[in-house]
């Protein structure tokens, strides 16, 4: 990958996933190549931070749509209030601080999604960001090829947070607006990345059951894959400051929003890019079981 020229530069976060872009302002209006540079730095890093920006909600809007066609802003969970693109992720609302890749219950779950900070804590809030890719690569051969036969189900019907009984009045309204419609689609546990071919373990906190398995095994292979995904190794922490932009690749990450900041609010909003039905290293595409989505996402 090379800079467009000696103002933009993308610096390494860590060695396997994230990178700051500096010298690209995502409120500008965006050439072509500038787009195509950043679309290989995303491949190439997974995650990318652009600190300083001057967004508003429709320049996150337009920054995203760079990337592909938006999507609303969540299958079931209202908008903000006259942005439908535009999801509120707001501590006040829950705190959904679980490993997991976005809307992967739906049959064609976002390419890619954009965080804008609106309020900050001082302290804590960070999100992780983990390579899937890199988690496969690690695997031992005999796993990586038993991985590899496998898929998922995944599902928004199931204790995503918090068990039930832990929950108070007003955790159980957003609970039972957050399943209102209920979703479930089988993905391949390995997915290979339409554009760069990478292979990377497609599972988090939806997948709920590997197909053909009981509820008990899937748990137990589940986890066991779930801990090459969160190594440190392959996990960037992304420290939040106000006016900061971030871009990462959702068909090859996890994230995780730490719950670490007190009672303090924290506030982002999410925009994401329509995505392409997943596909296996067999070329089965992935399947729709429960749910029509249509209303949520077109297919990239």
Not at 124 to 136: H, P, Q, R, V
């Amino acid at each position: 990958m090379t800079a467009l020229n000696t103002q933009v530069e993308v610096r390494k976060i860590t060695g396997r996933i994230g990178a700051e872009v500096i010298g690209v302002d995502p409120a500008a209006e965006l050439d072509a190549p500038t787009v195509a540079f950043l679309t290989d730095a995303l491949h190439e890093h997974k995650a990318l931070v652009f600190r300083d920006v001057d967004l508003d909600d429709a320049g996150q809007q337009r920054f995203a749509a760079y990337f592909g066609e938006l999507t609303k802003a969540h299958p079931t969970v209202p908008s903000v209030e006259g942005e439908p693109a535009i999801l509120p992720v707001d501590s006040e609302r829950g705190r959904a601080n679980q490993w997991h890749t976005d809307v992967t219950f739906v049959h064609n779950p976002p390419k890619a999604s954009t965080l804008r900070s609106l309020v900050v804590p001082p302290y804590g809030g960070e999100t992780l960001i983990a390579n899937s890719a890199t988690a496969y690569r690690d695997l031992p051969g005999p796993l990586r090829a038993f991985a590899d036969t496998l898929r998922a189900e995944h599902t928004n019907d199931y204790d995503y947070a918090k068990p039930p009984e832990s929950l108070d009045e007003a955790e159980e309204e957003r609970r039972q607006v957050f399943i209102s419609q209920k979703f479930r689609s089988v993905h391949p546990v390995v997915r290979v990345h339409p554009v760069t071919g990478e292979r990377g373990l497609y599972i988090g906190g939806f997948a709920q059951r590997i197909i053909g398995l009981s509820k008990g095994e899937s748990r137990d292979i589940l986890q066991l894959l779930q801990s090459y995904v969160t190594r440190p190794e392959n996990v960037v922490r992304v420290t939040w400051a106000p006016n900061q932009l971030v871009l990462f690749d959702n068909r090859i990450t996890q994230h995780y929003a730490v719950d670490n900041y007190d009672d303090l609010p924290r506030r982002l909003n999410r925009v994401t890019v329509a995505g392409d039905v997943p596909v296996g290293i067999d070329g089965v595409p992935s399947e729709s079981r429960e749910g029509d989505a249509s209303h949520y996402s077109p297919v990239a």
